[in-house]
């Protein structure tokens, strides 16, 4: 077999490949096997059609039709292997020459990842913002736990911002009752402006049993962007008594004896917070940084798939919440659809060009990826899927992303040592202690503390946008 590999563009190669007669004798036993299985010819059993009678029976073209459909997948895979081209995406195929009993050629032309020039990546520095916790944010998670332990009263007076009112909807257009477009004794905080347009100005300064009539909006449903007549009343209003911040406070809302016991520990969770949020801020820089600094092709073919396989599978979700493209764009803030599909772009380019540029260094820096990099990637990954590791090993397996999921793994652990190289100081010019940004034991629940979680899941992962492979994988989905 004889193969040529001529380069069209820095992101597409076509492969010239010739196929010796003998090479496909395995793909004409293939063809023949299936073929006397499916022909009943009189004087011979199923499968016993000798293969001179098949070719005058079916036709010689035929016969030579099949053998090229099979046999070119696994001779283009052959020289992909053998040549070691990282190709993205299916191959467009043209058989230049088929002479029977002599050689099969054909053409592939197929999109490949870049050849990249990688500059020194030694002496990397970032800057990241500082490490402050004012009084006032402490204030802010304080009234958050306070809030928790606020107790309702009734109160026989009109709505006020704050208060939690019992409300009864229903929702009409042109005179009908629309379809789920009614509730009863929801409760809702007055002010939170969570629920529907019109709905705090409606409720505001009802009692009790009094209702009012308001026009809103519909943002999703078959009637979407029309306005409806919708009708509330009020069953009850009710104002929240928070408790008093002492000493009995911080022994019923933590582990904590007195308050400024409490405030500490706040005070240190949102410091760990925002130095784990100082490790995802590297992380970022870095790779703004190589994007900057490295010249990386696009392959447009692929980042059309992967943006044409975002916005059909973004539609069927809109569908599924009974939304539509001009619903979703007015309640994203009035982004028309073009400003939309540009930020797409230079989204998915962004994600593309990274991944290109980590696959490079790793290549270059030899990179592997064992089995503890896999167990702790597998682990992290079904904790925020909140599934067993069992079960998201297996979920991988089924969906054939092994190699995908290993690929990124390589990327993540590539970045990580790129991090961990770097040099990471703050605004003020001290340096920053990366061990810091490792998990720590904690103590007590505050609402801190979900937003540490939130940043080291962050500072944990290496990027979040698909690979070039996963692209692909996703497009031809």
């Known amino acids: 077999m ?26 004409f036993g293939e063809v023949y096997k299936e073929l006397g299985k499916q022909v009943r010819v009189p004087g011979f059993r199923p499968g016993k059609v000798p293969n001179r009678v098949l070719d005058q029976r079916i036709g010689r073209p035929v016969i030579l039709e099949q053998v090229v459909q099979h046999a070119v997948p696994e001779v283009y895979s052959e020289v992909v292997r053998e040549n070691q081209v990282r190709v993205l995406g ?18 592939a032309e197929v999109d490949v990842a870049p050849q990249l020039e990688l500059p020194s990546l030694d002496g990397l520095a970032v800057t990241v913002d500082d490490v402050e916790v004012t009084d006032e944010e402490i204030d802010q998670q304080v009234d958050v736990m306070r809030e928790r332990f606020g107790m309702l009263t009734g109160v026989e007076r009109p709505a006020e911002d704050g208060d939690f009112v019992s409300i009864d909807l229903e929702a009409t257009l042109d005179g009908e009752v629309l379809e789920d477009g009614s509730t009863t004794g929801m409760s809702y905080e007055v002010g939170s402006g969570n629920l529907m347009e019109g709905l705090d100005d409606a409720v505001r300064g009802l009692s009790a049993d009094e209702t009012k009539t308001f026009p809103t909006a519909l943002l999703s449903g078959p009637n979407a962007g029309q306005d409806a007549e919708v009708t509330v009343t009020v069953r009850s209003v009710k104002t929240k008594e928070l408790p008093e911040l002492d000493d009995e406070f911080a022994q019923t809302a933590s582990e904590f004896d007195t308050l400024a016991e409490l405030r500490e520990d706040v005070r240190t969770r949102l410091a760990r917070t925002k130095t784990l949020s100082q490790g995802a801020q590297a992380r970022d820089k870095i790779v703004e940084h190589l994007i900057e600094t490295v010249e990386v092709p696009m392959p447009e073919n692929l980042v059309e798939r992967e943006i044409e396989w975002r916005n059909q599978a973004f539609e069927r979700e809109l569908q599924q919440a009974g939304m539509d493209w001009d619903s979703f764009l007015q309640m994203s803030g009035g ?21 290109f540029i980590l696959d490079a260094i790793a ?19 079904a904790q925020r899927s909140r599934m067993s590791p069992e079960q998201y090993a297996q979920q991988l397996q089924q969906g054939g992303n092994i190699a995908e999921f290993v690929a990124d793994v390589r990327r993540t652990k590539t970045l990580a040592q790129l991090l961990e190289a770097a040099t990471i100081t703050d605004a003020s010019g001290n340096v920053v202690d990366l061990e810091a940004l490792r998990p720590q034991t904690v103590r007590a629940a505050t609402p801190a503390d979900a937003d540490a979680d939130a940043s080291a899941d962050s500072a944990d992962s290496a990027d979040s ?12 989905a």
């Open 2 to 27: 004889k193969s040529t590999i001529e380069e069209l563009g820095p992101t597409r190669v076509r492969m010239a490949i010739e196929v010796p007669w003998g090479d496909l004798d395995h793909a």
């Open 90 to 107: 299916q191959p467009d195929i043209e058989v230049t020459r088929l002479d029977d009993n002599d050689t099969l050629a054909f053409t």
């Open 363 to 381: 290549d270059a820096r030899e990179v592997t990826v064992d089995n503890d990099d896999l167990s702790a990637q597998i682990m992290a990954q």
């Open 335 to 355: 982004q028309n659809r073009e400003e939309y599909d540009a930020e797409q772009r230079t989204n998915v380019e962004q994600a593309v060009k990274t991944q």
């Open 465 to 476: 946008a698909d690979s070039p492979d996963e692209a692909e994988d996703d497009a031809k």
